[in-house]
């Protein structure tokens, strides 16, 4: 199991004194290792608050959150995830390989391997042409590119990804969506929240629809399909249901 998660439970406040305002209530979720699974919803669901409880960036009031059966405090979890964030902010001044190599050393590549493993993904987001350049003279896809090989540099097992097309043209959404299926070849598991349901149609194995904090449906991709025909009128589905209040 790549993913546990039990009863998590997530609020805020907008301001001092503010009443507290769930953002992810009640949530259970169990990934299978080797899955590529999509999560979707509306803006403002509780997608990237949940990605930060997996992280530990953001602490849950309540509930259980575990990663390869550990839980997510553990610092040597790490280790085995890499992360896009939905909007990557580095040092404009650094070289994409110098971003890299930083990576892999905090990451803990074997130094022998460093330069190896950077040509590796530079090679595979499109970028080794541009390993020199200040990431300052990039465009928002070439950057959002360089996160998704920051996010693979020391091979994890478990990837993140955080709405990993945007900023990207058509090329680049078919390079990230080919990348995805050749992580689920090699046995890595693949978790990413994503707004463009075509794509998310494309690769996934299983689907969970995340709607005002809550997981109101997950299902194999297979299912969904059967019943609905597209994934696209699942998730409409599941939100005109709760918007009438019928989940």
């Known amino acids: 199991m790549s993913i546990h998660i039990a009863g998590l439970n997530k609020c805020f406040r907008k301001g001092i004194g503010s009443k507290r305002i769930p953002a992810v209530v009640d949530l259970s979720l169990e990934i299978n290792s080797g899955e590529v699974f999509g999560f979707v919803g509306p803006n403002g669901a509780g997608k990237s608050t949940t990605i930060k409880t997996l992280l ?29 964030p939905e909007n990557p902010c580095y040092y404009s001044s650094l070289t994409a390989e110098e971003l890299l190599f930083f990576g892999a050393e905090v990451s803990g590549v074997p130094k022998p391997l460093i330069y190896e493993r950077i040509e590796d993904v530079l090679r595979r987001v499109q970028l080794l042409d541009s390993a020199r350049r200040q990431l300052k003279t990039y465009s928002k896809g070439m950057v959002q590119r360089a996160g998704i090989a920051l996010a693979l540099i020391h091979d994890p097992k478990l990837v993140i990804l955080d709405e990993p097309m945007s900023g990207l043209d058509p090329l680049g959404r078919k390079l990230v969506g080919d990348l995805i299926l050749e992580m689920k070849e090699q046995g890595k598991t693949v978790f990413f929240s994503s707004h ?25 991709l297979s299912v969904l399909l059967n019943e609905f025909s597209s994934l696209e009128r699942a998730f409409l589905s599941t939100v005109e249901q709760v918007e009438k209040g019928g989940l």
């Open 56 to 84: 530990n960036l953001v602490f849950p009031d309540s509930g259980e959150v575990k990663i390869f059966d550990r839980p997510v405090s553990d610092f040597n979890v790490r280790r085995d995830i890499g992360y896009l």
């Open 196 to 220: 463009i349901l075509n794509d998310a149609e494309r690769f996934c194995d299983s689907i969970g629809i995340l709607v005002r904090g809550r997981l109101r449906r997950t299902d194999k």
